[in-house]
Nanobody
């Protein structure tokens, strides 16, 4: 089992920045690929970013490419999502997820463990 806890959400004006952190506990964290997803009211959960177990490979949704950066620190069991140039359409609950085979995935169904989420609200 892996427990994931997100933090760092909040209210920010358009154009601003936030840094989300996901802290993992339980089984070895370093073997897992990690991902960030988001879900806005009335919409399905969507992929945001993912990073491989070693941190060397990343992938982003087109909507956040160039604005968001995912990274991980296996020594600290954390994964972060740096979000810059935020837009009102980035408003959502952001979830951290772990994929036990270590391969990056964009499909939510491929992830094995999920956090409870953190709210990000971007005002115009």
């Amino acid at each position: 089992q892996v427990q994931l806890v997100e933090s760092g959400g909040g209210l920010v004006q358009a154009g601003g920045s936030l840094r989300l952190t996901c802290a993992a506990s339980g089984r070895s964290f370093s073997g897992y690929a990690m991902g960030w997803f988001r879900q806005a009211p009335g919409k399905e959960r969507e992929f945001v970013a993912t990073v491989s177990w070693g941190g060397g490979t990343t992938q982003y949704a087109d909507s956040v490419k160039g604005r968001f950066t995912i990274s991980r620190d296996n020594a600290k069991n954390t994964v972060t999502l740096q979000m810059n140039s935020l837009k009102p359409e980035d408003t959502a609950v952001y979830y951290c997820a772990a994929e036990r085979w270590g391969a990056i995935e964009t499909r939510a169904s491929e992830y094995d463990y999920w956090g409870l989420g953190t709210q990000v609200t971007v005002s115009s």
